[in-house]
Every structure is written in structure tokens, then in C-alpha cells.
């Protein structure tokens, strides 16, 4: 049986240390700094199943409540209200119409029966609400039900995985390789060739986004995914971390597998690759969080809806007039799924990664 | 067969000179030991050998063929390294056979060779694990089992056993000792350590600032040292030395005189040398013998007296302030500030080097 002291000594155990007030100030950074980033993510899920009108009217309730209502003879969607009498009674009415300082409405039970129908003070109604989770703003929009135009969601996950995947495995590639050089071979020139590429990272990509343009452009790569992928594979932060990393590889191993008559690229494929492999992870879990993530590119590049990516086919529900918020949000969570998904997978194997690495 | 050479070979990393033109022969089957303090460059020397240095001037020859430029891995030699230098993502049997695949060998003829090789380093039981599952002497052995596999012509080793406890040590020796004996290859095995130079060496080079100061037989090096440095690197403990001027030459050697009071004759050549130059006279602890102080030429102010039950060592100081160790068979009455008499060996075992050059006067026959 655990007692709630149990579970409160076990909660706050330490090692045998009271609790220094500057533990409690570093908790309290901590709690600070979670939910600023946790808050948004759960105010987009919990708001992802809210009606319009909810989304609208800013409703600042967590749970989707709704107004419940009864359908009436004329075919109306009726609201409902709970008439509390002096006696303290209730009753349920259907709210027919307003009548000055009263309402016009009707028991729920006679609903059909206008003769039924009495004047009530609108102080005395309550609003009769419940919870209803909004699952039309994910079915709508994916299955195209209703007044809704189908929003093509697996055309433009097929887009951004295509980007995302491509872009990723080129990336690792690219920027290894050009580690792997800048780390393990003697050659003039090669510590500027580093401060160069680290450099590039002080250039605004605005500054060169014209030029980038108009050098996808001339290669025939406008409206094409690979115009996305391109100019992304070679990242100064990729070649940067890999090669710091490279460096800790202990150039006795390269040595080992050269007298043991392996190729240069023998060398980086079947003992750098491997080696690296927790920096890879890391690359690729920020490549990956990049690429899906990117949207001032493609939105250049890409101007045909059959191209578009997720973000940019997210972008099409902020129209001119009004904004589709409930759909936008329902359609934002299924894109942050798979991008959580893969950070969650690849968490995993970061830690393997330096666990497996068996360096004296 | 696997005969090595190397001309005149130089090295030079930027302006610093390392390696200041050696010249060596090594026949098949030898095992050879690169011996030396370290940044002598022998680990640079056999990084040469190997092809994972340029030889800066001079010339690298293999069976007759000049391999300057053929890169490590068509020299058909292995290395054992410091680190061992195991693949860590690979187990131990892939670690093996990595080369192997490499040389695009025939999966049957692989898996016999990784067999055979666990099999004489009793490495069998850990085919499976990763070097970070192994202890330092296992690890040792697939090192030495990944050069094996590759039936080299010559084997390499740098300071294979430098990480791995005392026993331990002893143990690879004997075991890399046998390991020489039932392949029959070549081995070059580069070391710090004098006494592993002594016991496992066909022959010896000793090096010093990238210069080669003596090659030959372990027991050549100790009874007849080319010069000062080698007289005082190998043996241990170190050969004692004292000062003194020549005193006397003649046709059966010279005498002595000693800083540290008294003459000693030593039969040796002094060609070169006039009298009243400045020598060192040398000579090993096992050598010395304690005797009555009065009448010795030498006197020794006993510092220290060591008992190891089997042997005994006495340290001490001459009244010129020279240290002086002896080494005595059995046991000793001599006790720590007790003052001894030295009878500094047989003519024989005495040795004579120049002040000025450090190289050793030749011994008459």
C-alpha cells in the first residue's frame, strides 16, 4: 500500500542534501522555461478540436464546450437553455426567439408544439453546454465532407517527406565528406577553407535568397521539389559540427584500416560513417526539423499547388477575408506529428550512438 | 622472403630535422628492436617503414624493390599499434577480417585464416564482443590477431605493450616470442624499454636524436657499447661511469686516473688520444665488488642498501661526488653509511669512453 507520504518522500529524495535555495530558483527557470515551450503546443491540440466558433470568440475554456441544441419544426438547429424557476426547478427550453428583456422558448420535450411555447426572462436561462470535440476539423478538410474543399493533405506530406528525406540524406552526405577532408587530410589551405565555410553563416540567407533564385531558375529547377532540395544539402552548421566531431576519431584507427589495405573511401564509409554516427544524428534530427519546418524557400520556389509543401499548403487556409482557423490548427498538428515522431526515434539512437562508441 | 634496407633515410617535418640519414639492413626472419628515449624517432622510423610517413630523402627498399612511394597498403606489411588502433563499432572477429575483405579474398579463405589466428591467441571464446568489452591484454591479442591474419612479410609493432600492467607485459613478451619463432617472419618492434629490447631482439638498434648509435646482437650492445649513450641506455641498472684523465698508454692498454682517487688499467686501443685527455671509465654494477677500504683505489660512502634476498644493490658516492651502484650476488653485511673499498671488474668487463666524443675506446683482443 503507498501512502501519500510514500510517494511525497519518494518524489522529493535527494542525495542526502537540503535544498539549496538556489536549486529551487534553478527548478523554477526550468518550470518557466517548459512551459513556454510546451504552452503553445497544448493550446494548438486542445484548440485543434474547438468549433469556429469557439476559436473566434476566444474562448478561454480548456475543454471544447459546445452549445447543445435540439432541431425544431421548422427545421432549425435550436439552442438550449436550463430555466431555473424561483422555485428552484429546472427545466430545459429550446430558445425560439428573442422577445425584449424575455425569450420566447419551448420545453425540449414539446418541442414540435408551438402552443407550448411561453415567455421566460432571459436572467433566469442558462446556457446548457457540453463537451464535443470537433473531429470535423480533421475529417473535413482530409476527406474534403461537407461545404469543405478537400485540402490535398497527402499530396503535400508526400511533397515535404520527399524534401525532408532527400534533403537529409544528401545533407549527411555532402557535409561528411566535407568533414571528413577538412578533418583527416593534411593539405594547404585547409584551416581557411573552414573559417570560410563557418563564416558563411554570418550572411543573412535574404541577402543571397535574389541570387539563389535566379541561379535555380537558370537551371530549370523553378517549381520543382528539387529546387528546395538543392541549394539546402551543403549547411556551414553541418560541416562545422561533423568535422569537430571527426576530429576526436583517433587518426590511429585510419592508419590501422590503411595498412589494413582500405581505400580512402572504404576509410570514410565503413569507419568514419559509423563513427560519426551520433553527430550524424544530431545533423540529421536538425536537418530533418529544418527542412519540414522551411517555408520562405518553397514559398518561392514553389507556386503550383500540386508542389506545394506542407507548410505552404497550411498557408492557404490564412485567406484574404477570413481565416479557417479551426481546420489550419487540426492541419498544423498532423504536420508537427511526423517531425515529433522522427525526433522522438532518433533521440533513442543518439544515446546508443555514444554508448556504442567504444573509444579508449 | 622479405629483406629490408634502408639508405640514408632522412625526415623532416617542416624545419625540424628528425631523422638524420639512417642506413639498415634487415634480413628475413629477423626480429629486430628499435630501442631508444623517447622522440627519438624510431616510432617515426618504423611509421616509414610502414608507409604512413613520406621519407623525406633517402630511400626505402623492399626485397630489392625502392617502396618510397608505394602506398601502405600494397606494402604487404602489418602494424601492431600503441593503441591497438581495433575498428571500436566492429566486432572482433570483422575487426579481423576487415583487411582481408580489402584484399578482396575468397570468404572460405578468410574464415580460415580469422580461425587459425583465434585459435593460436586464444582469442576464440571472444569473437562476438566489441573491443570496448575486452581488457587491455585481449584487446592486445586481436591487434596482434589482425596483423597475423594478413600474413604479412614483416611485421610492425609500435610499443605494442606500453598500456597493458607489469605481468601482463611479461607475458605478451613471451608470447610475441613465440609467436616470431612458429611464423618465422620478420619483425620490427619499436620500444622504449631496454629490457624487452634485450630479451626479445635478434638484434638491436639503439637511436638517439634520429641518429642510429649502435646495431647488433642484444649481448654485443651490452658487452661491447659503440659509444657512452649506448653503454648507459642498455643494462639496467645503468652502467656506472666516473671521470678521469689518461694517465699512461702502452702496448697492453692504458691507465687510468681517476677522479675519484686511485689508477685502474683498461686494455684498450687509445688511438687518437694523448695523455692527460679526458676519459670516462665505465663500468656495470654486476661488476663491482665491495672490498676493504684500505689500499682500494676507489671508496664508496655507502647511501642506500638494498636486500632483495636473492641479490643485493649498494648505492652510494665516490669522494669526487660521482654516484655508484654495484650490484653483489647473495646477501651483504654493507649497511648504509658505511664506507666500502670498490674493486671496479676484471680488466675485461672495464670500459673506456672519450670525454669529448663519447664514442668507446676499442678493445685490444
Known amino acids: ?360 | 622472403m622479405a629483406r629490408l634496407e634502408l639508405r640514408s633515410v632522412t625526415k623532416t617535418f617542416g624545419t625540424a630535422r628528425v631523422i638524420h640519414g639512417i642506413d639498415l639492413e634487415i634480413e628475413h626472419g629477423e626480429f629486430v628492436v628499435f630501442v631508444g628515449p623517447s622522440g627519438c624517432g624510431k616510432s617515426t622510423l618504423l611509421r616509414m617503414i610502414a608507409g604512413l610517413e613520406t621519407v623525406t630523402t633517402g630511400e626505402v627498399v623492399l626485397d630489392g624493390r625502392m617502396v618510397n612511394t608505394v602506398p601502405a597498403a600494397e606494402r604487404g606489411l602489418a602494424m601492431v599499434f600503441q593503441s591497438y588502433a581495433l575498428y571500436p563499432h566492429m566486432s572482433v572477429r570483422q575487426n579481423l577480417s576487415f583487411g582481408l575483405e580489402n584484399l578482396r579474398m575468397a570468404r572460405a579463405e578468410i574464415t580460415r585464416r580469422v580461425d587459425e589466428a583465434a585459435r593460436m591467441l586464444r582469442i576464440e571464446a571472444l569473437m562476438d564482443r566489441r573491443p570496448g568489452q575486452l581488457s587491455g591484454g585481449q584487446r592486445q591479442r586481436v591487434a596482434i590477431g589482425r596483423a597475423v591474419v594478413r600474413e604479412p612479410t614483416i611485421f610492425l609493432f609500435d610499443e605494442p605493450l606500453s598500456n597493458l600492467d607489469a605481468e601482463l607485459r611479461v607475458q605478451m613478451r613471451i608470447e610475441i616470442g613465440n609467436l616470431h619463432h612458429r611464423l618465422g617472419n620478420t619483425m620490427i618492434y619499436v620500444t622504449h624499454d631496454q629490457v624487452e629490447a634485450m630479451t626479445m631482439a635478434d638484434r638491436i638498434a639503439v637511436l638517439r636524436d634520429g641518429r642510429l648509435e649502435q646495431f647488433g646482437k642484444p649481448l654485443d650492445l651490452y658487452n661491447r657499447p659503440a659509444n657512452r649513450f649506448v653503454a648507459g641506455f642498455i643494462g639496467s641498472p645503468r652502467m656506472n661511469f666516473l671521470s678521469g684523465t689518461l694517465a699512461a698508454i702502452d702496448e697492453a692498454g692504458v691507465e687510468v686516473a681517476l677522479k675519484a682517487g686511485g689508477r685502474i688499467r683498461v686494455p684498450v686501443g687509445a688511438a687518437g688520444l694523448d695523455l692527460g685527455a679526458s676519459v670516462d671509465f665505465g663500468v656495470r654494477p654486476e661488476h663491482i665488488r665491495p672490498i676493504e677500504p684500505e689500499g682500494a683505489p676507489v671508496g664508496l660512502a655507502v647511501t642506500l642498501a638494498e636486500q632483495l634476498g636473492g641479490e643485493s644493490y649498494l648505492h652510494g658516492t665516490t669522494e669526487s661526488g660521482e654516484t655508484v651502484a654495484a650490484r653483489l650476488p647473495g646477501q651483504t653485511s654493507v649497511r648504509r653509511g658505511d664506507t666500502v673499498g670498490l674493486a671496479l671488474g676484471d680488466p675485461g668487463d672495464r670500459h673506456l669512453f672519450d670525454a669529448a666524443t663519447g664514442a668507446a675506446l676499442p678493445h685490444l683482443a
Open chain 1, 1 to 360: 500500500m503507498i501512502t501519500a507520504t510514500d510517494l511525497t518522500t519518494f518524489l522529493t529524495r535527494r542525495r542526502g542534501r537540503a535544498l539549496h535555495w538556489t536549486d529551487v530558483v534553478a527548478h523554477l527557470y526550468l518550470a518557466f522555461g517548459l512551459a513556454l515551450v510546451v504552452l503553445p503546443v497544448v493550446w494548438m491540440l486542445v484548440s485543434s478540436v474547438k468549433s469556429q466558433r469557439a476559436l473566434v470568440e476566444n474562448d478561454p475554456r480548456l475543454l471544447p464546450w459546445e452549445q447543445v441544441t435540439v432541431l425544431g419544426s421548422e427545421g432549425r438547429q435550436l439552442s438550449v437553455f436550463t430555466l431555473v424557476r424561483d422555485d428552484g426547478t429546472r427545466l430545459e427550453v429550446a430558445f425560439l426567439a428573442p422577445r425584449g428583456r424575455n425569450a420566447l422558448v419551448v420545453p425540449v420535450a414539446e418541442v414540435g408544439d408551438a402552443t407550448r411555447a411561453f415567455e421566460a426572462p432571459r436572467d433566469r436561462l442558462v446556457r446548457k453546454e457540453t463537451v464535443a470535440p470537433q473531429i470535423g476539423n480533421y475529417t473535413k478538410p482530409l476527406f474534403g465532407t461537407g461545404d469543405t474543399d478537400r485540402f490535398p493533405f497527402m499530396r503535400f506530406f508526400w511533397n515535404s517527406t520527399f524534401v525532408t528525406t532527400m534533403a537529409t540524406l544528401l545533407t549527411l552526405l555532402v557535409n561528411s565528406m566535407a568533414a571528413f577532408a577538412l578533418s583527416k587530410y593534411r593539405f594547404r589551405g585547409r584551416d581557411a577553407i573552414v573559417v570560410i565555410i563557418v563564416s558563411t553563416l554570418l550572411i543573412p540567407p535574404t541577402v543571397i535568397l535574389v541570387p539563389l533564385f535566379i541561379t535555380v531558375q537558370g537551371l530549370g529547377l523553378f517549381n520543382e521539389l528539387w529546387g528546395v532540395i538543392i541549394p539546402a544539402i551543403a549547411s556551414p552548421t553541418g560541416v562545422f559540427l561533423l568535422r569537430q566531431y571527426m576530429l576526436t576519431i583517433p587518426d590511429e584507427l585510419l592508419e590501422a584500416a590503411r595498412m589494413d589495405a582500405a581505400s580512402e573511401w572504404k576509410i570514410y564509409w565503413r569507419i568514419i560513417l559509423p563513427l560519426a554516427a551520433p553527430a550524424l544524428a544530431v545533423l540529421a534530427i536538425l536537418s530533418v526539423i529544418w527542412r519540414w519546418n522551411d517555408f520562405m524557400w518553397p514559398l518561392i520556389v514553389l507556386t503550383k499547388s500540386e508542389v506545394y509543401t506542407l507548410q505552404l499548403g497550411l498557408s492557404t487556409f490564412k485567406g484574404e477575408i477570413a481565416d479557417n482557423l479551426d481546420h489550419l490548427l487540426a492541419m498544423t498538428v498532423l504536420t508537427l506529428l511526423p517531425v515529433t515522431l522522427v525526433f522522438v526515434f532518433l533521440q533513442k539512437h543518439i544515446t546508443a550512438g555514444i554508448a556504442n562508441t567504444g573509444l579508449k
